[in-house]
């Protein structure tokens, strides 16, 4: 009836009971043999090896997780709401913002994205190993609760009001290009769908703490690959029929368009870097001091809430008697 995770540790035989009834089993590699290893869910070589599994790479996970799992949720509100709002502005009359390769396209260019943000540090490893107390974040459901989805959720409307109102204005039934003719719908839905995927990379790169050279890969690599996929499409009339990259091509040669997807990126991420810079100044996190200690901000991160205060919010992470300076 409890709601506690049990861990359980063990390294012989006589453990494996223990082991597979608890919530996270353990096994230690050691001279009893490697019954209890088969048995656990993860195993260590040594005890010792237990510190850095708890503060380190469980502290990874729950942030990793917590954030997968939101950034799953973001993307395809994002890219629904963009439907919605298009379905209203024609009546619901059925037909659909995005072409069909775009749809079947989406999920498969950002999922390896967001698959490579399970290599992000957000703290640094010696932080974590310094201060037990931050491990803590995690199971008190700091990095995923009702706030934060909702949050995701603001974010997502933001962004799809943007990225089609925007491209929406752009592209108008009044508006006539350089050639005489009115927009039409194959350029509105290549131009929305472009800012889409270059929106989305810029929010999965402000959710990165630590970038490796695979995730910026993943991340960018998708991007470029998605041009290459338009281009490749074009090549051949029979591939048209599933994405029209001549109408990318052509909205683009608008002096109005070659501004649309810098206009837009910006519009998007400033609400983003503005509320970060707010919570790093004014109401950083236990983790979020943590980093800054290791960068050199000790005066800032050596105190847990303004003047020196500790907020009730951020009393729990201190365990008894802990120092709040995070520089010892």
């Known amino acids: 009836g409890t709601q506690r995770v049990i861990a359980s540790i063990g390294d012989g035989g006589n453990d494996v009971a223990m082991i597979q009834e608890a919530h996270v089993g353990i096994g230690i590699v050691g001279r009893e043999g490697s019954q209890a290893v088969r048995a656990s869910d993860v195993s260590i070589q040594a005890f010792r090896d237990l510190g850095r599994l708890l503060l380190v790479h469980g502290t990874y996970c729950y942030q990793r997780s917590a954030v997968i799992a939101q950034l799953s949720f973001f993307k395809s509100w994002a890219f629904c709401f963009g439907q919605v709002f298009y379905s209203a502005r024609s009546g619901f009359a059925g037909t659909s913002l995005y072409d069909p390769f775009s749809i079947a396209a989406c999920n498969a260019l950002l999922f390896l994205p967001i698959c490579f943000y399970s290599l992000n540090r957000p703290l640094p490893m010696s932080i974590a190993m310094q201060r037990p107390s931050l491990y803590r974040v995690g199971p008190m459901g700091e990095h995923l609760n009702a706030n934060s ?32 003719q009115p927009p039409c719908y194959t350029q509105v839905s290549a131009v929305s769908f472009s800012i889409f995927l270059v929106v989305q990379c810029f929010n999965l790169s402000f959710e990165t703490h630590t970038f490796t050279f695979l995730q910026w890969v993943a991340t960018y690599g998708g991007l470029a690959g998605s041009l290459a996929l338009y281009a490749v499409c074009n090549a051949s009339p029979k591939a048209r029929k599933l994405v029209d990259y ?77 120092n709040p300076s995070l520089s010892a």
């Open 246 to 322: 001549y109408a990318l091509y052509v909205a683009f040669e608008e002096p109005a368009a070659q501004y649309l997807v810098p206009v837009v990126v910006v519009a998007s991420i400033i609400p983003i870097v503005a509320s970060k810079y707010w919570t790093a100044q004014y109401a950083a996190g236990p983790q979020e001091l943590g980093r800054q200690a290791l960068s050199g901000k000790d005066q800032k991160a050596q105190r847990f809430g303004a003047n020196g205060a500790i907020t009730p919010e951020q009393q729990p992470f201190l365990g008894k008697g802990e």
């Open 149 to 180: 989805v909702s949050l995701w959720l603001v974010r997502a409307i933001y962004q799809a009001c943007l990225s089609y109102g925007i491209t929406l204005a752009v592209f108008s039934a009044s508006h006539m290009s350089q050639s005489g």
